[in-house]
Protein backbone atom coordinates (compact mmCIF):
# COMPACT_ATOMS: atom_id res chain seq x y z
CA UNK A 1 0.00 0.00 0.00
CA UNK A 2 1.23 3.36 -0.63
CA UNK A 3 1.00 5.93 2.53
CA UNK A 4 -2.79 7.51 2.28
CA UNK A 5 -2.59 11.40 1.94
CA UNK A 6 -4.00 12.10 5.34
CA UNK A 7 -3.55 14.89 7.66
CA UNK A 8 -2.41 14.01 11.46
CA UNK A 9 -6.33 14.59 12.94
CA UNK A 10 -7.68 12.56 10.72
CA UNK A 11 -9.22 8.90 11.09
CA UNK A 12 -6.39 6.53 10.55
CA UNK A 13 -6.78 4.40 7.43
CA UNK A 14 -6.75 1.21 9.17
CA UNK A 15 -10.03 1.43 10.79
CA UNK A 16 -8.96 1.88 14.22
CA UNK A 17 -10.89 5.26 15.19
CA UNK A 18 -7.88 6.40 16.16
CA UNK A 19 -6.52 9.73 14.80
CA UNK A 20 -3.88 9.20 12.29
CA UNK A 21 -0.57 10.68 13.88
CA UNK A 22 -1.59 8.25 16.98
CA UNK A 23 -1.70 5.19 15.19
CA UNK A 24 -0.16 4.36 11.73
CA UNK A 25 1.32 7.50 10.93
CA UNK A 26 4.94 6.71 12.19
CA UNK A 27 5.01 3.17 10.88
CA UNK A 28 4.05 4.39 7.38
CA UNK A 29 6.63 7.63 7.23
CA UNK A 30 9.62 5.15 9.42
CA UNK A 31 8.98 2.08 8.98
CA UNK A 32 12.09 1.55 10.94
CA UNK A 33 11.74 3.70 13.51
CA UNK A 34 8.46 2.12 14.23
CA UNK A 35 10.21 -1.64 14.62
CA UNK A 36 12.37 0.06 16.94
CA UNK A 37 9.77 1.38 19.05
CA UNK A 38 8.03 -2.16 18.86
CA UNK A 39 10.89 -3.62 19.87
CA UNK A 40 11.97 -1.35 22.90
CA UNK A 41 8.14 -1.83 24.19
CA UNK A 42 8.76 -5.44 23.88
CA UNK A 43 12.05 -5.46 25.80
CA UNK A 44 10.47 -3.39 28.51
CA UNK A 45 7.70 -5.98 28.79
CA UNK A 46 9.93 -9.45 28.69
CA UNK A 47 12.34 -7.36 31.61
CA UNK A 48 9.20 -6.51 33.96
CA UNK A 49 8.14 -10.25 33.61
CA UNK A 50 11.32 -11.41 34.39
CA UNK A 51 11.38 -9.54 37.37
CA UNK A 52 9.85 -9.42 40.68
CA UNK A 53 6.88 -7.61 41.31
CA UNK A 54 4.88 -7.13 44.72
CA UNK A 55 1.74 -9.57 45.29
CA UNK A 56 -1.19 -9.88 47.61
CA UNK A 57 -0.73 -10.52 51.50
CA UNK A 58 -2.95 -13.53 52.76
CA UNK A 59 -4.31 -12.50 56.11
CA UNK A 60 -2.07 -12.80 59.34
CA UNK A 61 -1.87 -16.11 60.72
CA UNK A 62 -2.80 -16.79 64.37
CA UNK A 63 -0.39 -18.35 66.90
CA UNK A 64 -1.92 -21.00 69.64
CA UNK A 65 -1.93 -19.29 73.21
CA UNK A 66 0.35 -21.71 74.74
CA UNK A 67 3.07 -20.73 72.05
CA UNK A 68 5.68 -18.56 74.26
CA UNK A 69 6.20 -15.32 72.23
CA UNK A 70 9.31 -13.00 71.83
CA UNK A 71 8.80 -9.86 73.75
CA UNK A 72 8.76 -7.93 70.28
CA UNK A 73 5.36 -10.20 69.31
CA UNK A 74 3.75 -8.59 72.16
CA UNK A 75 4.70 -4.79 71.08
CA UNK A 76 2.28 -3.02 68.63
CA UNK A 77 5.56 -1.93 66.84
CA UNK A 78 7.33 -5.60 67.05
CA UNK A 79 10.13 -3.00 68.91
CA UNK A 80 12.60 -5.80 69.87
CA UNK A 81 12.50 -5.18 73.35
CA UNK A 82 15.39 -7.11 75.12
CA UNK A 83 18.68 -5.84 74.40
CA UNK A 84 21.71 -8.44 74.53
CA UNK A 85 25.35 -7.67 74.24
CA UNK A 86 27.31 -10.06 72.35
CA UNK A 87 29.26 -11.59 75.47
CA UNK A 88 30.07 -15.54 75.58
CA UNK A 89 26.92 -17.57 76.71
CA UNK A 90 26.61 -19.61 79.31
CA UNK A 91 26.37 -23.56 78.84
CA UNK A 92 22.49 -23.71 79.94
CA UNK A 93 21.35 -21.02 77.36
CA UNK A 94 23.98 -22.95 74.47
CA UNK A 95 21.70 -26.15 74.96
CA UNK A 96 18.37 -23.93 74.57
CA UNK A 97 20.11 -22.80 71.36
CA UNK A 98 21.66 -26.08 69.99
CA UNK A 99 17.92 -27.10 69.87
CA UNK A 100 16.18 -23.92 68.52
CA UNK A 101 19.04 -24.42 65.49
CA UNK A 102 18.02 -27.42 65.13
CA UNK A 103 14.69 -27.32 65.00
CA UNK A 104 15.15 -24.13 62.69
CA UNK A 105 16.94 -26.49 59.89
CA UNK A 106 14.38 -29.06 60.36
CA UNK A 107 11.77 -26.22 59.67
CA UNK A 108 13.86 -25.21 56.42
CA UNK A 109 14.20 -28.32 55.33
CA UNK A 110 10.55 -29.04 55.02
CA UNK A 111 9.56 -25.62 53.90
CA UNK A 112 12.62 -26.11 50.84
CA UNK A 113 10.95 -29.72 49.91
CA UNK A 114 7.82 -27.90 49.16
CA UNK A 115 9.57 -25.50 46.34
CA UNK A 116 8.77 -26.14 42.98
CA UNK A 117 7.21 -24.28 40.15
CA UNK A 118 3.42 -23.08 40.83
CA UNK A 119 4.14 -22.65 44.45
CA UNK A 120 2.79 -19.35 46.12
CA UNK A 121 5.54 -17.90 48.69
CA UNK A 122 2.47 -17.46 50.84
CA UNK A 123 2.20 -21.51 50.49
CA UNK A 124 5.41 -21.95 52.07
CA UNK A 125 4.72 -19.50 54.36
CA UNK A 126 2.10 -21.41 55.90
CA UNK A 127 4.29 -24.55 55.98
CA UNK A 128 6.36 -22.60 58.00
CA UNK A 129 4.50 -21.13 60.00
CA UNK A 130 2.89 -24.68 60.75
CA UNK A 131 6.12 -26.35 61.05
CA UNK A 132 7.40 -23.70 63.49
CA UNK A 133 4.51 -24.14 65.68
CA UNK A 134 4.58 -28.03 65.81
CA UNK A 135 7.87 -27.75 67.51
CA UNK A 136 6.31 -25.98 69.93
CA UNK A 137 8.33 -22.54 68.75
CA UNK A 138 7.31 -18.81 67.33
CA UNK A 139 7.84 -17.83 63.88
CA UNK A 140 10.32 -15.33 64.68
CA UNK A 141 9.89 -12.79 62.18
CA UNK A 142 6.29 -12.71 62.36
CA UNK A 143 5.72 -9.10 63.89
CA UNK A 144 9.33 -8.38 63.99
CA UNK A 145 9.58 -4.62 63.61
CA UNK A 146 6.03 -4.90 62.03
CA UNK A 147 7.19 -8.09 59.83
CA UNK A 148 3.76 -9.30 58.56
CA UNK A 149 4.82 -13.15 57.56
CA UNK A 150 6.30 -15.85 59.16
CA UNK A 151 9.24 -16.44 57.07
CA UNK A 152 11.31 -14.58 54.20
CA UNK A 153 11.06 -15.54 50.74
CA UNK A 154 13.39 -13.53 48.42
CA UNK A 155 12.77 -14.72 44.99
CA UNK A 156 15.77 -13.82 42.39
CA UNK A 157 17.01 -10.34 42.31
CA UNK A 158 15.57 -9.77 46.03
CA UNK A 159 18.38 -9.94 48.38
CA UNK A 160 16.64 -10.43 51.49
CA UNK A 161 13.46 -9.91 53.27
CA UNK A 162 11.27 -10.77 51.02
CA UNK A 163 7.42 -10.85 52.28
CA UNK A 164 5.70 -14.27 51.42
CA UNK A 165 2.71 -13.39 49.01
CA UNK A 166 0.41 -14.63 46.27
CA UNK A 167 3.90 -14.22 43.95
CA UNK A 168 3.48 -17.66 41.73
CA UNK A 169 7.10 -19.00 41.41
CA UNK A 170 8.32 -20.32 38.38
CA UNK A 171 10.27 -22.76 36.57
CA UNK A 172 13.97 -21.57 36.47
CA UNK A 173 14.10 -18.81 39.76
CA UNK A 174 15.73 -19.39 42.46
CA UNK A 175 14.12 -18.40 46.07
CA UNK A 176 15.96 -18.07 49.26
CA UNK A 177 13.90 -19.15 51.98
CA UNK A 178 15.19 -17.68 55.35
CA UNK A 179 13.75 -19.39 59.18
CA UNK A 180 14.04 -18.33 62.06
CA UNK A 181 12.34 -20.07 65.46
CA UNK A 182 12.01 -18.33 68.98
CA UNK A 183 12.20 -21.69 71.10
CA UNK A 184 12.48 -22.06 74.86
CA UNK A 185 13.85 -17.89 74.64
CA UNK A 186 15.73 -18.43 72.32
CA UNK A 187 16.42 -17.81 68.46
CA UNK A 188 17.53 -20.03 65.90
CA UNK A 189 18.36 -18.46 62.12
CA UNK A 190 19.17 -20.30 59.14
CA UNK A 191 18.51 -19.27 55.34
CA UNK A 192 19.51 -21.41 52.40
CA UNK A 193 18.57 -20.52 49.03
CA UNK A 194 16.67 -23.35 46.77
CA UNK A 195 16.15 -24.28 43.18
CA UNK A 196 12.90 -23.76 40.96
CA UNK A 197 13.01 -26.74 38.44
CA UNK A 198 15.49 -25.94 35.94
CA UNK A 199 17.63 -23.21 36.57
CA UNK A 200 20.07 -21.65 34.36
CA UNK A 201 24.23 -22.44 34.63
CA UNK A 202 25.04 -18.76 35.69
CA UNK A 203 22.34 -18.99 38.46
CA UNK A 204 23.49 -22.61 39.66
CA UNK A 205 27.13 -21.56 39.35
CA UNK A 206 26.12 -17.77 41.88
CA UNK A 207 24.25 -20.45 44.56
CA UNK A 208 27.64 -22.36 44.47
CA UNK A 209 29.82 -20.28 45.52
CA UNK A 210 27.66 -18.11 47.63
CA UNK A 211 27.51 -21.81 49.72
CA UNK A 212 31.13 -21.85 49.38
CA UNK A 213 31.70 -18.14 50.66
CA UNK A 214 29.36 -19.21 54.37
CA UNK A 215 31.92 -22.44 54.61
CA UNK A 216 34.50 -20.23 54.16
CA UNK A 217 33.31 -17.69 56.74
CA UNK A 218 32.63 -20.48 59.71
CA UNK A 219 36.17 -21.97 58.64
CA UNK A 220 38.00 -18.55 59.57
CA UNK A 221 36.05 -18.55 63.03
CA UNK A 222 38.22 -20.13 65.68
CA UNK A 223 39.29 -18.01 69.28
CA UNK A 224 41.96 -15.29 68.70
CA UNK A 225 40.57 -14.64 65.06
CA UNK A 226 38.44 -11.19 64.50
CA UNK A 227 35.10 -10.67 63.27
CA UNK A 228 36.75 -9.06 60.27
CA UNK A 229 38.49 -11.97 59.51
CA UNK A 230 35.44 -13.45 58.51
CA UNK A 231 34.38 -11.03 55.49
CA UNK A 232 37.71 -11.05 54.16
CA UNK A 233 37.61 -14.59 53.38
CA UNK A 234 34.30 -14.22 52.08
CA UNK A 235 35.01 -11.30 50.08
CA UNK A 236 38.19 -12.75 48.11
CA UNK A 237 36.08 -15.73 47.07
CA UNK A 238 32.68 -13.85 46.15
CA UNK A 239 34.92 -11.10 44.52
CA UNK A 240 37.99 -14.09 42.87
CA UNK A 241 35.03 -15.41 40.78
CA UNK A 242 33.42 -12.36 39.60
CA UNK A 243 30.73 -11.79 42.09
CA UNK A 244 29.55 -8.72 44.50
CA UNK A 245 28.96 -8.92 48.18
CA UNK A 246 26.23 -7.29 49.77
CA UNK A 247 27.41 -4.73 52.35
CA UNK A 248 23.95 -3.01 53.46
CA UNK A 249 22.84 -5.92 55.37
CA UNK A 250 25.19 -7.99 58.03
CA UNK A 251 25.39 -11.20 59.97
CA UNK A 252 24.42 -10.88 63.21
CA UNK A 253 24.49 -11.68 67.16
CA UNK A 254 21.67 -13.69 68.31
CA UNK A 255 20.25 -15.43 71.05
CA UNK A 256 17.60 -13.76 73.46
CA UNK A 257 17.53 -11.39 70.96
CA UNK A 258 16.95 -12.08 67.53
CA UNK A 259 19.54 -9.42 66.90
CA UNK A 260 22.56 -8.27 68.89
CA UNK A 261 26.42 -7.31 68.33
CA UNK A 262 28.34 -8.25 67.17
CA UNK A 263 27.61 -6.78 63.37
CA UNK A 264 29.38 -9.67 60.88
CA UNK A 265 30.47 -7.81 57.56
CA UNK A 266 30.39 -10.40 54.74
CA UNK A 267 33.38 -8.08 53.35
CA UNK A 268 36.59 -7.00 54.95
CA UNK A 269 35.74 -4.24 57.47
CA UNK A 270 38.47 -3.17 59.11
CA UNK A 271 36.13 -1.65 61.65
CA UNK A 272 35.45 -5.05 62.79
CA UNK A 273 38.40 -5.46 65.59
CA UNK A 274 35.72 -7.64 67.32
CA UNK A 275 37.97 -10.51 69.03
CA UNK A 276 36.18 -14.10 68.55
CA UNK A 277 35.71 -15.51 72.24
CA UNK A 278 34.64 -19.46 72.92
CA UNK A 279 30.81 -19.17 73.76
CA UNK A 280 29.83 -16.16 71.55
CA UNK A 281 26.91 -16.83 69.37
CA UNK A 282 26.46 -15.14 66.12
CA UNK A 283 25.26 -15.90 62.42
CA UNK A 284 27.08 -15.61 59.35
CA UNK A 285 24.52 -14.74 56.31
CA UNK A 286 26.51 -14.14 53.25
CA UNK A 287 24.57 -11.80 50.15
CA UNK A 288 26.39 -12.69 46.75
CA UNK A 289 25.64 -11.08 43.50
CA UNK A 290 26.29 -11.61 39.81
CA UNK A 291 26.46 -7.91 39.55
CA UNK A 292 26.25 -4.75 41.07
CA UNK A 293 26.52 -5.11 45.00
CA UNK A 294 24.40 -1.97 45.15
CA UNK A 295 20.59 -2.25 46.77
CA UNK A 296 17.52 -0.86 46.64
CA UNK A 297 14.01 -1.25 48.93
CA UNK A 298 10.25 -1.54 48.09
CA UNK A 299 8.19 0.78 49.18
CA UNK A 300 7.56 -1.98 51.60
CA UNK A 301 9.69 -1.18 53.54
CA UNK A 302 11.18 -4.36 53.66
CA UNK A 303 12.60 -6.01 50.68
CA UNK A 304 15.82 -5.62 49.16
CA UNK A 305 16.97 -5.85 45.62
CA UNK A 306 19.95 -5.37 43.42
CA UNK A 307 19.95 -1.95 41.92
CA UNK A 308 20.59 -3.81 38.36
CA UNK A 309 17.88 -6.11 39.20
CA UNK A 310 20.52 -8.79 38.54
CA UNK A 311 20.45 -12.29 40.98
CA UNK A 312 21.23 -12.93 44.26
CA UNK A 313 21.69 -15.48 46.60
CA UNK A 314 22.55 -15.91 50.13
CA UNK A 315 23.33 -18.73 52.76
CA UNK A 316 22.87 -18.72 56.92
CA UNK A 317 23.87 -20.07 59.90
CA UNK A 318 23.45 -19.81 63.23
CA UNK A 319 26.96 -20.78 65.06
CA UNK A 320 28.62 -20.31 68.58
CA UNK A 321 32.50 -20.38 68.92
CA UNK A 322 34.28 -22.98 70.66
CA UNK A 323 38.19 -24.13 71.66
CA UNK A 324 39.35 -24.86 68.21
CA UNK A 325 36.75 -23.29 65.41
CA UNK A 326 32.85 -22.77 65.35
CA UNK A 327 30.29 -25.42 66.45
CA UNK A 328 26.78 -24.55 63.93
CA UNK A 329 24.07 -25.18 65.77
CA UNK A 330 21.55 -24.91 62.90
CA UNK A 331 22.42 -28.54 60.96
CA UNK A 332 19.39 -30.39 60.87
N1 LIG B 1 16.21 -13.92 59.46
C1 LIG B 1 16.67 -12.62 59.06
C2 LIG B 1 18.13 -12.55 59.42
O1 LIG B 1 18.84 -13.39 58.99
C3 LIG B 1 15.92 -11.52 59.70
C4 LIG B 1 14.53 -11.40 59.25
S1 LIG B 1 13.82 -10.10 60.03
C5 LIG B 1 12.29 -10.06 59.36
O2 LIG B 1 18.61 -11.76 60.15
F1 LIG B 1 11.64 -9.22 60.05
F2 LIG B 1 12.40 -9.74 58.09
F3 LIG B 1 11.79 -11.24 59.44
CO1 LIG C 1 20.19 -13.70 60.51
CO1 LIG D 1 17.87 -15.26 58.82
Known amino acids: MTAPTLAANDPCH ?3 GRKYKRCHRIADLDPARAAAEQARKDEAARLAEAHVTPGRLSPRREVPEHIERPPYAL ?16 AETLEKMRRAG ?31 LKRGGYPSPLGYNGFPKSLCTSVNEVICHGIPDSTVLKDGDIVNLDV ?24 RRLVEVTRECLDLGIAAVKPGARVRDIGKAIQAHAEGQGYGVVRAFVGHG ?10 VYHYDNPSARTELVPGMT ?21 TAVTKDRSRTAQFEHTLVVTETGAEVLTRA
Open 14 to 16: CGS
Open 254 to 263: IGRAFHSDPQ
Open 282 to 302: FTIEPMITIGDWHHEMWDDGW
Open 180 to 203: TIYLDGVHGDTNATFFVGEVDEQS
Open 102 to 132: KAAAEVLQVVGAAVRPGVTTDELDAIAHEEC
Open 75 to 90: DAKGRPGVRESGAPKD
